[in-house]
């Protein structure tokens, strides 16, 4: 699926920057166009893309901090600068926006809701959220902020792609010193979903189409993804149980959106060389996922690569159930009414004086 990558804010950017970097190596051709927005100026200097910078009048060049409603004011401030250099990039070509960031800080926070609604008022292509979570050990505000975010970009993306930050981490590594790690892993598994539509070698019918994409994300609500690979024989008849045992792998274990029990609907796609996918192992893996995330609307495509290995790239759309979320969406719920609460208690102590007016 061609797409144009938007990241907002620093986790945005980088995993922009990864994806792109990704496509250009493997020569796929999938992201048509990218481009990287911030209020800090040293985070977008460090990126080897297209950069715009938000904010100038309000913050100078150092960022919004984790103040996540200036981090929608200076998008809304500088939203013609942003929307003419996403213009430039959005060739006839381009089937797709993806706007990329964590929804956690504040920039890419409150930027990219904003960013996306106002993208859904001047495109007819879908314009995608490729949110990314918070981890269960980041502090209340990171919790707070990402809880408010998702609420909006829930309701103003076509599809919000979820990756938790605690999903593709490797254990034993911080999330800090992770971050390079997680971002190669995303970068991966989002690349190969874009570039499958994309493939032209070895066309059959089998071969999955960019429109499975877009029809298995319809719909809209919070979608997930699922990666899985494994060493494969070169002949598809050895190969049944190494298809369906993958596909499990990458929804029970796999998932960029942990426990997420039911989907309204699913794509598998199998990447590998094309003699090496078994056809048998491809249906009963796909009837395996209909009863998994009980839906009766699962596509199925191949990949064709020159890779020795199979792969499994699972994409899950309306996503019904996911405990992950759920406990994630506690978290937030708790973070905000602590918020609140100390506020109250500030109040109460004297600390904010009602009957004198902010600046602003
Ligand atoms: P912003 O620049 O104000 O938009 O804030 P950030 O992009 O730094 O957002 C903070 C959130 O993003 C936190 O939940 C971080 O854990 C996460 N984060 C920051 N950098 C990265 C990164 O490079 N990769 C990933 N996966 N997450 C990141």
Same mark, same amino acid.
């Given at each position: 699926?061609?797409?144009?990558?938007?990241?907002?804010?620093?986790?945005?950017?980088?995993?922009?920057?990864?994806?792109?970097?990704?496509?250009?190596?493997?020569?796929?051709?999938?992201?048509?166009?990218?481009?990287?927005?911030?209020?800090?100026?040293?985070?977008?200097?460090?990126?080897?893309?297209?950069?715009?910078?938000?904010?100038?009048?309000?913050?100078?060049?150092?960022?919004?901090?984790?103040?996540?409603?200036?981090?929608?004011?200076?998008?809304?401030?500088?939203?013609?600068?942003?929307?003419?250099?996403?213009?430039?990039?959005?060739?006839?070509?381009?089937?797709?926006?993806?706007?990329?960031?964590?929804?956690?800080?504040?920039?890419?926070?409150?930027?990219?809701?904003?960013?996306?609604?106002?993208?859904?008022?001047?495109?007819?292509?879908?314009?995608?959220?490729?949110?990314?979570?918070?981890?269960?050990?980041?502090?209340?505000?990171?919790?707070?902020?990402?809880?408010?975010?998702?609420?909006?970009?829930?309701?103003?993306?076509?599809?919000? $792609? =979820?990756?938790?930050?605690? +999903?593709? @981490?490797?254990? %034993? #590594? &911080?999330?800090?010193?992770?971050? *390079?790690?997680? /971002?190669?892993?995303?970068?991966?598994?989002?690349?190969? $979903? =874009?570039?499958?539509?994309? +493939?032209? @070698?070895?066309? %059959? #019918? &089998?071969?999955?189409?960019?429109? *499975?994409?877009? /029809?298995?994300?319809?719909?809209?609500?919070?979608?997930? $993804?699922?990666?899985?690979?494994?060493?494969?024989?070169?002949?598809?008849?050895?190969?049944?149980?190494?298809?369906?045992?993958?596909?499990?792998?990458?929804?029970?274990?796999?998932?960029? $959106?942990?426990?997420?029990?039911?989907?309204?609907?699913?794509?598998?796609?199998?990447?590998?060389?094309?003699?090496?996918?078994?056809?048998?192992?491809?249906?009963?893996?796909?009837?395996?996922?209909?009863?998994?995330?009980?839906?009766?609307?699962?596509?199925?495509?191949?990949?064709?690569?020159?890779?020795?290995?199979?792969?499994?790239?699972?994409?899950?759309?309306?996503?019904?159930?996911?405990?992950?979320?759920?406990?994630?969406?506690?978290?937030?719920?708790?973070?905000?009414?602590?918020?609140?609460?100390?506020?109250?208690?500030?109040?109460?102590?004297?600390?904010?004086?009602?009957?004198?007016?902010?600046?602003?």
């Amino acid at each position: 699926m061609k797409s144009v990558l938007i990241g907002v804010g620093q986790a945005g950017g980088k995993v922009t920057a990864a994806l792109s970097d990704f496509d250009t190596r493997n020569g796929f051709g999938a992201v048509v166009g990218s481009l990287a927005v911030n209020s800090a100026r040293s985070d977008l200097q460090s990126l080897p893309l297209d950069t715009v910078l938000i904010g100038g009048a309000e913050v100078n060049g150092h960022g919004v901090g984790g103040d996540n409603e200036l981090g929608t004011r200076v998008m809304r401030n500088d939203l013609q600068e942003v929307v003419g250099a996403i213009d430039g990039r959005t060739t006839a070509e381009a089937e797709a926006i993806f706007v990329v960031a964590g929804l956690g800080g504040g920039t890419g926070s409150g930027g990219a809701p904003y960013l996306v609604g106002e993208l859904q008022e001047i495109y007819d292509r879908p314009v995608y959220g490729l949110g990314i979570l918070p981890g269960r050990d980041e502090g209340s505000l990171y919790q707070v902020n990402a809880g408010r975010s998702l609420k909006t970009l829930r309701r103003e993306a076509d599809a919000t $792609l =979820l990756v938790d930050n605690d +999903a593709w @981490r490797s254990s %034993g #590594e &911080s999330l800090e010193s992770g971050y *390079e790690a997680i /971002n190669e892993r995303i970068a991966r598994r989002v690349g190969l $979903l =874009l570039a499958a539509g994309e +493939a032209t @070698r070895g066309v %059959g #019918e &089998s071969v999955v189409d960019s429109s *499975e994409v877009v /029809n298995t994300l319809r719909g809209g609500g919070v979608a997930t $993804l699922g990666y899985a690979s494994a060493d494969a024989s070169s002949a598809a008849a050895a190969n049944a149980n190494v298809v369906t045992s993958t596909t499990r792998r990458a929804v029970r274990s796999g998932l960029s $959106l942990p426990e997420t029990t039911t989907a309204e609907r699913g794509l598998l796609v199998v990447a590998g060389r094309p003699d090496a996918i078994s056809r048998k192992g491809v249906e009963r893996a796909r009837s395996w996922l209909e009863t998994e995330v009980d839906t009766m609307e699962v596509r199925g495509g191949d990949f064709p690569t020159r890779d020795d290995r199979l792969a499994a790239i699972v994409l899950l759309g309306g996503v019904a159930r996911s405990d992950r979320l759920e406990g994630f969406l506690e978290r937030a719920r708790q973070a905000a009414r602590a918020e609140k609460q100390r506020e109250e208690e500030d109040d109460d102590a004297g600390l904010t004086d009602d009957r004198i007016d902010g600046l602003l």
